[in-house]
């Protein structure tokens, strides 16, 4: 390979990782500032009369707003993509999450759930993009170096949830700064969706040469969905992610509750405990993935990690102080770190070059599902016993690592 392609691989990485960073990003700061805003009713979001199950149920509507709009919005985009190129179709998916990001905090201000349901539509369509990013990746990867790369794309999400969470719940928490409250995080997320978009536009080059003319089908989530699992080579592997973005969703969506709940967590503590997370797995991502990924191939590590996942997760319904739940996010961080991204490489390995966009299009609609579903459902278990949401996501991750034993490589075995 020539220096200078290798210099336009690097160029075309940065930008699109970090437009990984600042979806996570927005994620990270949604994290500590929704649950205080809806659950505890911090500012004012709901007149006095409404209960606090009502609260937590619409707390889970409005986080199944963004993955909802994602399942139409991915396929759409990761079509699209195929069809214009990676670069025109992420410019426009950063400026839809800058104007997104923007409405939530006019929604904040003036305490309008209306407004707060659009932005995250809004958001959540646009923040589709990570299809783009993952067929953008595969684009200049190879099949040696394309776990490692996807592993770049976990990191990226990991200093995310190390960000996020961090800036959100102290931007949020007025107690610090007189002048900080929940919708400066927000504003701040906006400002970063264009200083991102400026960087794709000096700094990404396209990585896709040959485009493919697609028809575009704004329901093709729906069909995607069904394609999915009529795939031969790549149902069984749907199945274990679907499995897998249950687990993970019910344990991020929902153990802040737990956190306030259980310890009267605020704003900012929220916002260190998924900060700590987000380092964890940045490390892990950034150090341990390259060493496993040369040692083990990618279609080895997720059955071990699936389980040990799943372990580390339930682990936390028998604490009974927080640092006991400090304690345990390191052994989560490793399996669920060194696991996703080989899952992703998986998906992205079945799919032939001109299928990456929307083959990566279709695994991020089920990510989406598997993220919504918990939103709806969690809302409803946590007003019967807040330690449920947990409990469920160690079952539905242990499901993902059976799975993966007994329907993706017993299928692939066989061949």
Known sequence: ????????????????????????LGIGIVIPVLAPLMVSNTTGMFEA?????????????????YPIAQFFGAPTLGTLSDRYGRK??????????AVGYGLFAIGVIYDSLPI???????????GGNISIVYSAVADI???????RNFGLIGMM???????????????????????????????VASGLCFFNLLAVRVMFKETLHELFHQKVDFLAGFKNMVLAFSL???????ITTFLAGLGFAFFTQFFQVLLIKRWSFGESEIGYFFGFIGICIALVQGGLMRPVSKRFRSDQIPGVTLFGLAIAIATNVFTTEAWMAFAIIPLIAIFHGLGYPNLAALVSDEATPEQQGRVMGINQSINSVAIAVPSVMAGFLGTINYNLPTIAAAFFTLLAGLS???LFKAHRNKK
């Not at 409404?50 to 889970?60: A, F, V």
């Not at 990991?158 to 931007?171: D, H, N, S």
């Open 232 to 238: 031969p080579n790549l149902r069984n592997l749907f």
């Open 88 to 97: 025109p179709i992420l410019e426009f998916a950063l400026l839809g999450s």
């Open 404 to 406: 993966f034993h007994f």
């Open 157 to 187: 999400f990991g200093i995310g949830f190390v960000v996020g969470p961090f800036v959100g719940g102290v931007l949020a928490d007025s107690t610090l700064v007189s002048w900080f409250n929940p919708s400066l995080p927000f504003w």
């Open 49 to 65: 009369g409404i209960s606090e199950d009502t609260r937590e149920i619409l707390y889970g509507l409005l986080i199944a707003s």
């Open 116 to 126: 707060l349901f659009f932005s995250r539509i809004l958001d959540g369509f646009t």
């Open 141 to 147: 990867s190879t099949s040696r170096n394309k776990a």
């Open 1 to 24: 390979m020539t220096e200078k392609n290798i210099s336009s691989k690097s160029q075309s990485l940065f930008p699109v990782l970090l437009a990984t960073f600042i979806d996570l």
